[in-house]
């Protein structure tokens, strides 16, 4: 059945953005709506059930560089939500210890619990996928892919930047050239996220997570060390931006085998892969990203762009664009 619904803020996206964005305000007590395609909140924020374990596919760990930031995070941590899990990474070289550097952060139960936090309570309509956007009087007109509508007099975006754009209708909602130019140079890289269940003990070293940015296989992490999957030995590997392109159109089997083979360094020649999955992120890390937090169209009704793309290309940065986006977005609601 169609439905019509209005709200003073309608927010597409329910990833950690979306979500700060809808929690401040509500906050200042505006009436907000956020809608998410999956059935699940939290986006990249992504953890998986895996046999009778949990791994997190999308974001690993996050840190906290910005004093606004690491306010939210000291409430998550004095709620015993959040937990310190490391001060950096070994790169798994012999001899090699983790860096002491600043605290990354992981979420008890996994990433994606920290987007469930943040939903609670608020207005999130999930399996929801808007899929047209056009200026409606002086606010905006969203439809879903079943043709139910939504009325709101000012709009937050933060899908991946080229997947907000091609929402908007381009001659309904004709952007500013300045900001075409800015989100059209926009880009992301893909991740080929591998979780592999194993029938015995990793042997990574502290804290259980390796870390190579340049290289082939960035990430390897056991998420029974990381403390998420109490019940099996989960890990994690993610492939490097070149790596997840090579491979990105290859059947799942042929993806799985090349980032298994990051495995072999790390286990005992007893230990199998019981059940193995694949995720494609196909718009893993923001590149082209705006020195703004946020970016509120011109010489439209109230819209607002928000997410890494604008923030930072991580949690912190993401988070943070959702609170800049409120605050544009309070102002008109
Ligand atoms: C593999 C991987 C590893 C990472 N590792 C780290 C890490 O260790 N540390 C770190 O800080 N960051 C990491 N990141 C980055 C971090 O996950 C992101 O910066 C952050 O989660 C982005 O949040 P967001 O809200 O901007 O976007 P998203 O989480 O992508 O949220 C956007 C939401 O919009 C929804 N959406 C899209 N289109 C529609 C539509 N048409 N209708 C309705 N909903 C829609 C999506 O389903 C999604 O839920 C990683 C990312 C990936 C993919």
Known sequence: MTESKQADVFIV?????????????????????????????GGRLATRHLGPGRAD???????????????WVDRWLDA????????????????TTPATGHPRYAVRGGMQALATHLAAGLPVQTGTRIVSIVPDGAGWL?????????????????PPVPVALGLLDPDAAALAPSDHAI??????????????????????????????????????ADNRRKGISPDATLVTIHAGPDYSRQYWDRSDTEALNALASALQLFKDYRTEIVQSRLDRWRYATPI??????????????????????FGGPRVEGAALSGLAAAEHAASRA
């Not at 596919?57 to 306010?71: L, M, P, V």
């Not at 969203?142 to 933060?158: E, N, V």
């Not at 082209?288 to 793309?309: H, N, Q, T, V």
């Open 142 to 158: 969203a439809r879903d892919a079943g043709g139910s509508a939504y009325h709101a007099p000012a709009l937050i975006l933060t």
């Open 80 to 95: 015993g939500l959040v937990y310190e899990w490391s001060r950096g990474w070994s790169d798994g070289s012999l001899g």
């Open 183 to 220: 989100l059209t140079h926009i880009d992301y890289t893909p991740c080929l996220s591998g979780l592999f269940w194993m029938n015995g003990d990793m042997r990574l070293p502290e804290p259980g997570a390796v870390q190579r940015p340049n290289a082939t296989i960035t990430w390897i």
């Open 57 to 71: 596919s999308g974001a690993q760990f996050f840190t906290a560089r910005e004093a606004e930031f690491q306010a």
């Open 288 to 309: 082209g990203i705006y020195r703004e937090r946020c970016l509120k169209a011109s010489d439209l009704p109230p819209l607002i762009f928000a997410g890494d793309a």
């Open 13 to 41: 996206g329910a990833g950690i953005a979306g979500l700060m964005a809808a929690r401040e305000l509500a906050r200042r007590g505006a009436q907000v709506l956020v809608v998410e395609q999956d059935e699940a909140v």
